[in-house]
Each structure stands twice: as C-alpha cells, then as structure tokens.
Nanobody, 124 residues
C-alpha cells in the first residue's frame, strides 16, 4: 500500500519560512516524479512545484518562483518544499503527489498517489 505523509505545516507570520516534508512508502520512490499542489478555501487545487526522478529538473508556478524550492532525497524517499518569504495568499492545504512517470509535470491528472495534506496558514 502506497502512503504519502506530509509534515511541517503550521502557522507563520508573513515573511516567514516553513519546510514541508513528504515521506513516501510502499513504492519505489526514486523512479517517479513528485509534485506539490495546494488548495485554498473556496478555490480549486493548483500546481505549486514539481521535480523529476533524479532531482535535476524542476518547475514551479509563477506565483512561488524565487520563494519556494522543491527538492528530494531518494535515499530517504522524501520530497521537500522549502517556502520562504511567505505571504497571506500562500495560505492553503498543501498536498504532495507521486506522478505516473519520471519527468516533471504541472498537471494534477498525471499524479496518481496523494498525501492527506498539510495546513499552511500565513498571518498578515
């Protein structure tokens, strides 16, 4: 059984930082691309960032470029999202997901395993 477990969410003031982690078990982590998505109250889920299987190709949404960094540690079967210079509009539930392939993608339909989500709240 594949499990993705996010951790590291919480409440932070605007301008602060948080690092989300997503530990994967039950499947060979190192051959699949991973992604982070988020969903704010009353809004659709949106793409945040993605990383390929080797960790040498990444993509990020324009809204987080220069502030958020995705990375992975295949030895630990874990993907990370470092979030700096947080803004109130970054408030959302953040989900990690495993893709049906090894290359980066921003399409949520191409991810078939999802975590339970981690709440990130940024106060102004």
């Amino acid at each position: 059984q594949v499990q993705l477990v996010e951790s590291g969410g919480g409440l932070v003031q605007a301008g602060g930082s948080l690092r989300l982690s997503c530990a994967v078990s039950g499947r060979t982590f190192s051959v699949y691309a991973m992604g982070w998505f988020r969903q704010a109250p009353g809004k659709e889920r949106e793409f945040v960032a993605t990383i390929n299987w080797r960790g040498d190709s990444i993509a990020a949404a324009d809204s987080v470029k220069g502030r958020f960094t995705i990375s992975r540690d295949n030895a630990k079967s874990t993907v990370y999202l470092q979030m700096n210079s947080l803004k109130p509009e970054d408030t959302a539930v953040y989900y990690c997901a495993m893709r049906r392939g090894s290359d980066v993608s921003s399409r949520s339909s191409e991810y078939y395993y999802w975590g339970q989500g981690a709440q990130v709240t940024v106060s102004s």
